[in-house]
């Protein structure tokens, strides 16, 4: 196991359209968490799950953004009518004791 | 917010022992002190973490204070790979040993200079 997969690396999209994420996380892991970072920041939570279930969302995880973990193992954060503030790195990350992240999806929302 | 304080940025030459210095001088007793760093466009990478007593591995050494108020990272020879953001985070340890939630600030830049 190579650690945490993201992919797509790279998405451009025009506002409006809706777009999905995968993270693949470390094999056994049972936590994984979704961040966003913005230029110049550091990584802002989102969300995370144990197992399939989704335990906590950060107020910045607006009603255009929904993720799921069917069966507790790959995850995908979709985010519906994308605005060019959605504009960001999405980090996935996953642990069974420390976390460790993927490489990042940059979403370009023009 | 986060609930450390790093400075901005800091230099260190290449070889030397690069001190990196985070204060937390509201962290809880249940609270670990997590120490990640971020290469340009790469994402967060795990670097040590630790509850009251030092720890060392083959990346880094962590310092707490005897009051848990402060720490320092130290790359005890730097060299031009170790130029990263280094964020220093204060998080509980979930029941079964999983770390929380954590809440970065903005981190240390450090640049390694040859």
């Known amino acids: 196991d190579t650690g945490v997969s993201q992919n797509p690396r790279h998405k451009i999209t025009k506002r409006g359209q809706n777009v999905t994420f995968r993270c693949d996380p470390i094999s056994e892991h049972n936590r994984l968490y979704w961040y966003r970072q913005t230029l110049g920041q550091g990584p802002e939570f989102l969300t995370y799950?144990?197992?399939?279930?989704?335990?906590?969302k950060s107020r910045l995880l607006s009603d255009r953004f929904s993720a799921e973990r069917p069966k507790g193992s790959f995850s995908t954060l979709e985010i519906q009518r994308t605005e060019q503030g959605d504009s960001a790195m999405y980090l996935c990350?996953?642990?069974?004791?420390?976390?460790?992240f993927g490489q990042g999806t940059r979403l370009t929302v023009v | 917010d986060a609930k450390t304080t790093q400075p901005t940025s800091m230099d260190c030459a290449e070889g030397r022992a690069a001190n990196l210095p985070c204060n937390h001088s509201?962290?809880?007793?249940?609270?670990?002190v997590y120490w990640y760093r971020q290469i340009h466009s790469q994402g967060p990478q795990y670097i040590i973490h630790g509850l009251k007593n030092n720890e060392t591995n083959e990346m880094a050494s962590l310092i707490i204070t005897e009051d848990r108020k402060s720490s320092t990272l130290i790359l005890p020879h730097a060299t031009l790979r170790d130029t990263a953001v280094y964020y220093c985070?204060?998080?509980?340890?979930?029941?079964?040993?999983?770390?929380?939630?954590?809440?970065f600030g903005k981190g240390t830049k450090l640049s390694v200079k040859p």
């Open positions: 990350a996953s642990s069974l004791y420390e976390a460790f």
């Open positions: 509201t962290i809880s007793g249940n609270e670990y």
């Open positions: 985070i204060v998080s509980p340890m979930n029941y079964g040993g999983s770390q929380g939630n954590l809440i």
């Open positions: 799950f144990q197992n399939e279930a989704q335990l906590e």
